[in-house]
């Protein structure tokens, strides 16, 4: 059975740093395209990034230069390392797991290319 539960979410300041994780299980992270996405109220749900099983990364433009996304295959966990938050950053924040193998980049952050997702948790970004 495919499960992943993400933690780590908070409430920072501007400029404020937060990591997440996603702990899956049934299957091994190494070998699957995911990702990591967010929905703030009242807006539709964004791909921040993705990482295919060649390790080739894709991020969302507004995340570039801030974000980092990873995976600890030992552990089977990816993890999203965010730095320099602003309020706009502020969302629920999902894991997702895709197809097999590598990260078509053209549809890496689209939501609808994800069958698997986790229950999220909430980042708050104050001013």
């Known amino acids: 059975q495919v499960q992943l539960v993400e933690s780590g979410g908070g409430s920072v300041q501007t400029g404020g740093s937060l990591r997440l994780s996603c702990a899956a299980s049934?299957?091994?992270?190494?070998?699957?395209?995911m990702a990591w996405f967010r929905q703030a109220p009242g807006k539709e749900r964004e791909g921040v990034a993705a990482?295919?099983?060649?390790?080739?990364?894709k991020y969302a433009d507004s995340v570039k230069g801030r974000f980092a996304i990873s995976r600890d295959n030992a552990k089977n966990t990816m993890y999203l390392q965010m730095n320099g938050l602003k309020p706009e950053d502020t969302a629920m924040y999902y894991c997702?797991?895709?197809?097999?193998?590598?990260?078509?980049?053209?549809?890496?952050?689209?939501?609808?290319?994800?069958?698997?997702w986790g229950q999220g948790t909430q980042v708050t970004v104050s001013s």
């Open positions: 997702a797991r895709g197809p097999l193998g590598r990260c078509n980049m053209d549809w890496a952050l689209q939501h609808n290319t994800y069958p698997y």
């Open positions: 049934g299957y091994s992270v190494s070998i699957y395209c």
């Open positions: 990482i295919g099983s060649a390790g080739i990364i």
